[in-house]
């Protein structure tokens, strides 16, 4: 009977998944995006393969002898598109910024420029990273549900609504002027109960989670709101503030707000595993140690959070650590100055994203521990799993 219920559950997520993912494709339909602030009229990009290296001049770079540079004039059949099936000769460029080195047999994704009354202009754009891409996504789908059985599969639908929320959803409802914080939150939400309700079901387990991360990310929100004005940073201090200004003039976007947007995200995902882990810890306890006191509980998952906290709040840092790298040593070549950088709207917006994020992470522990403790109530009570 319990198994039955837990399939019926697990449909009833499923079926609302399905509902929701329907709505937002509608709302996308009559919400198109109509609006970009560069003219891309008559570019395309087709794939193409190489089908023949005519010639090529190349030598290695002076500085790195397994890079080459130069030119080669290449064959390249065109894949799809309005052209799909035609041979055309391409120059391509090889240099430090545009090193795509073809050979026979190489895929690409061709820029073709056709205005009217001009003769067609095809250049090499990249490599053509399709096939790569799908490989690795399999593979990563294949380690999930091998390590992780059924609830690998169920991680994997909930995290394709998620990037399916973002992209989808949130994205054009920014580009249409819908406020960004009520937005951004309402996807936390949805993100949230999704993910949770598919690894375990609508159980006592699901809603204590669910509610300990929306505590973290209300605390995520709340130092948001006073680190931001402490240190005087919002959206109009990003990398692409400029490009987000052109879009305000096409519609009422609150360019400030991108920011917040930015923290809760990249947060959610670290609290959702925080929350997650020291609460499926403490309902197994209680299974185990059905006397155990609701103070216990909570020492316990304390106790279980101190290594939790180290090792999440350490990946939440290098994270970010890591994206920043190549830009840090651009200024550094640029001969910027410690306090300089220190003082930067780059340097403080990593840092500011990064220790926001794992505060809320820190404070998970409490609040997943105190509602565990509450929610499963003294020795001889206790809600079920």
Same mark, same amino acid.
């Given at each position: ?101 073809? @050979? @026979? ?10 205005? @009217? ?109 006073? +680190? ?7 959206? $109009? ?82 994270? +970010? ?24 709207? $780059? ?39």
């Amino acid at each position: 009977m319990k198994k039955r219920l837990l399939e019926s559950s697990d449909l009833i997520v499923l079926a609302a998944i399905a509902v929701v993912v329907a709505l937002v494709l509608a709302w996308g339909q009559q919400h198109p995006i109509d609006y970009t602030s560069l003219d891309t009229t008559g570019i395309t990009y087709p794939s193409g393969t190489v089908t023949e290296v005519i010639s090529e001049d190349l030598e290695p770079t002076p500085y790195d002898s397994s890079r080459l540079w130069g030119s080669q004039e290449l064959r390249v059949r065109i894949n799809d598109g309005e052209l799909a099936g035609q041979e055309v000769e391409i120059h391509n460029e090889v240099n430090d910024t545009h090193n795509i080195l073809c @050979e @026979e047999g190489t895929g690409v994704i061709v820029r073709l420029e056709s205005q @009217e009354g001009l003769e067609p202009y095809f250049s090499i754009y990249n490599y053509n990273r399709g096939f790569g891409l799908a490989a690795l996504l399999v593979v990563f789908a294949a380690f999930m549900v091998a390590v992780g059985r059924l609830k690998g599969a169920r991680s994997l639908v909930g995290l394709a609504f998620a990037i399916f929320l973002i992209a989808c959803f949130m994205l054009p409802a920014f580009y249409h002027g819908y406020p960004v914080i009520p937005v951004t939150l309402g996807v936390v939400l949805a993100i949230t109960v999704s993910s949770m309700t598919l690894l375990n079901g609508w159980s006592a387990k699901t809603r204590v989670a669910i509610l300990a991360t929306l505590g973290g990310v209300a605390v995520a929100a709340l130092f948001y709101a006073i +680190f931001s004005a402490v240190l005087h940073v919002g959206g $109009y201090n990003m990398e692409a503030a400029e490009d987000l200004i052109f879009l305000r003039q096409r519609a009422d976007f609150q360019v400030g707000d991108v920011l917040f947007t930015c923290v809760l995200i990249a947060s959610l995902g670290a609290v959702l595993d925080m929350t997650m882990g020291v609460t499926s810890a403490l309902f197994e306890m209680r299974q185990v140690h059905p006397s155990i006191t609701q103070r216990e509980l909570f020492r316990a998952g304390m106790e279980m959070g101190q290594d939790m906290t180290g090792t999440m709040c350490t990946t939440l840092i290098l994270a +970010f650590a890591g994206g920043a790298i190549t830009t840090l040593l651009s200024l550094l070549t640029y001969g910027t100055q410690t306090f300089q950088l220190l003082n930067s709207d $780059y340097l403080t917006l990593e840092v500011f994203q990064s220790l926001v994020g794992s505060i809320a992470v820190i404070l998970a522990v409490p609040l997943a521990s105190a509602f565990s403790a509450w929610a499963l109530g003294g020795p001889k009570g206790g809600a079920s799993r």
